[in-house]
């Protein structure tokens, strides 16, 4: 389904920056040749569009947010693991 899906919309693509093109010109060769071009550029903008957002995206997961530290200092508070009394410290003396 999704090759069937991705071959209509090329064409729904193609035949629109034909019409376009036509229609602001008047030429079917113009026409033809945009509509053979534009969608290759589309693509390659596409792909470089990918790789700059998984790089973002990369970014993003690695970094924790600041609301997920404060939650986890706010746990290990309640635990005791930031005032002395961590249950792996020895007790003093």
């Avoid at 569009?49 to 404060?70: G, N």
Wanted: aromatic share 10%; proline share 3%.
């Amino acid at each position: 389904m999704t090759q069937k899906k991705t071959f209509t919309f090329a064409l729904v693509h193609m035949t629109v920056a034909f019409g376009v093109v036509w229609a602001l010109t008047g030429s079917m060769a113009l026409g033809g040749l945009v509509a053979l071009i534009e969608p290759a550029c589309q693509t390659v903008a596409y792909f470089c569009h990918e790789k700059v957002w998984e790089r973002f995206t990369r970014k993003s997961a690695r970094a924790p947010s600041l609301v997920k530290v404060q939650q986890m200092t706010e746990r290990c508070n309640r635990a005791g693991s930031f005032n002395g009394k961590s249950q792996y410290s020895q007790p003093s003396q």
